[in-house]
C-alpha cells in the first residue's frame, strides 16, 4: 500500500503511487492481505473523490475481516471493474438483466465486473459499492452461497467503514428499519421462509418493494447476530468453509445453523427475533 500526503495535508491510502505533488511518500507492505486491483471509471457521471482509493481499503478490509474473523481467506490477484452510472437507462443497458434493472448495484461474475446506480448522497453510493464489493469477494473466495446468506453478508459489509488499518460496523444504524421488518406471527415460519428463499424466491417483488426490503433487513439481521460473538461465528463460519468445499451448489445452511448454533435452531429463532425487535446499538471494531 502507498501511504502520502497531499498539498492540503490529507492523508492517501492506496495500492496505486500518487501521480504528482505528494510529500511523505511511504511504501507499507501489509502482511497477510491479498491484493485487490480496483478499475474504476464513469459511464456517464464523474468519480466521487478518492472513490478508487476508497474501494481498494474497502476491499481490503473486508477481505481482513472475512479472514481474521471468518476464516476465509481469500484468493492472490482479484481485479475487479467498478463503473457508476448516473441514468437510471443506462444502468439498466448495462447490467442487461431485466430482473436487476431497478437495482441500486450489481456484480457480474462473468466480467468481474461492480456496476452502481450513483445515489442521492455521496456516501450512499459508496455503500451500495462496498456490498457489491462483499457479493465480489464472496464469489472469488467461497462460491454460490444461499442468496440469504450472501445478501445478509453483503448488507452487513455494506455497513462497514475503514477506520485507520481497520474498521467498523454500526449496528444500530438501522435500529427503526429493524424493527419494523421483526416478524410479528410465528418466528420460526419467518426464518425457515427467510433461509428457503434462494436466487428469485429471494428477489421477487410480487407483494411490493416494502416485501423485499423485508427480506434485505432480515438477511442482515441474521448475519449481524451470526457476527456477535465466537459461537454466534463458528456457525457463520461453518456455513461459508462447507460453501467452499463445494462452491457450485448452495448448502443447506438451515441444518448447519442446527448443527453448529448454540442452541440450534430453535435458539437462533429466539435470538433473531429478540435482535430485530430490540436492536444493539453497538459499534463492533475490527
Excluded: K
Excluded at 491479498?34 to 474497502?58: C, F, I, K, N, W
Excluded at 435500529?175 to 434462494?198: E, F, I, Q, Y
Excluded at 453448529?260 to 427475533?273: E, F, K, M, N, V
Amino acid at each position: 500500500m502507498h501511504r502520502w500526503t497531499d498539498a492540503a495535508g490529507i492523508t492517501h491510502y492506496s495500492d496505486q503511487p500518487p501521480i504528482n505533488g505528494a510529500v511523505d511518500h511511504r511504501l507499507i507492505e501489509v502482511q497477510g492481505l491479498p491484493p485487490v486491483v480496483v478499475q474504476a471509471s464513469g459511464e456517464d457521471a464523474d468519480l466521487p473523490a478518492e472513490t478508487q482509493q476508497r474501494a481498494v481499503m474497502d476491499a481490503l478490509g473486508v477481505q481482513r475481516v472475512m479472514r481474521d474473523v471468518l476464516g476465509v481467506g481469500a484468493p492472490a490477484g482479484v481485479t475487479l471493474r467498478v463503473v457508476l452510472v448516473r441514468s437510471p437507462e443506462t444502468y439498466a443497458r448495462l447490467v442487461a438483466e431485466p430482473a436487476l434493472a431497478s437495482s441500486a448495484g450489481a456484480y457480474s461474475t462473468a466480467t468481474r465486473t461492480i456496476h452502481v446506480r450513483m445515489q442521492a448522497q455521496e456516501e450512499g453510493t459508496f455503500a451500495v459499492l462496498r456490498h457489491e464489493i462483499t457479493h465480489a469477494l464472496v464469489h472469488e473466495s467461497i462460491g454460490n452461497l444461499p442468496t440469504p446468506i450472501n445478501e445478509g453478508l453483503a448488507e452487513y459489509f455494506g455497513r462497514y467503514r475503514v477506520r485507520g488499518f481497520g474498521g467498523e460496523v454500526d449496528v444500530g444504524a438501522d435500529r427503526s428499519a429493524l424493527m419494523r421488518a421483526a416478524p410479528t406471527g410465528n418466528a420460526t415460519d419467518a426464518l425457515v421462509d427467510l433461509l428457503a428463499r434462494d436466487g428469485a424466491a429471494f428477489y421477487g417483488n410480487a407483494s411490493g418493494t416494502s416485501e423485499r426490503e423485508q427480506r434485505y433487513l432480515r438477511a442482515y439481521a441474521l448475519v449481524a447476530l451470526l457476527m456477535r460473538g465466537a459461537p454466534e461465528r463458528a456457525a457463520l463460519s461453518a456455513i461459508l468453509q462447507r460453501q467452499r468445499m463445494a462452491p457450485c451448489v448452495p448448502v443447506s445452511t438451515e441444518r448447519i445453523l442446527d448443527e453448529r448454533y448454540p442452541g440450534g435452531l430453535a435458539a437462533l429463532t429466539t435470538d433473531w427475533l429478540t435482535f430485530m425487535r430490540n436492536p444493539s446499538d453497538a459499534i463492533r471494531t475490527y
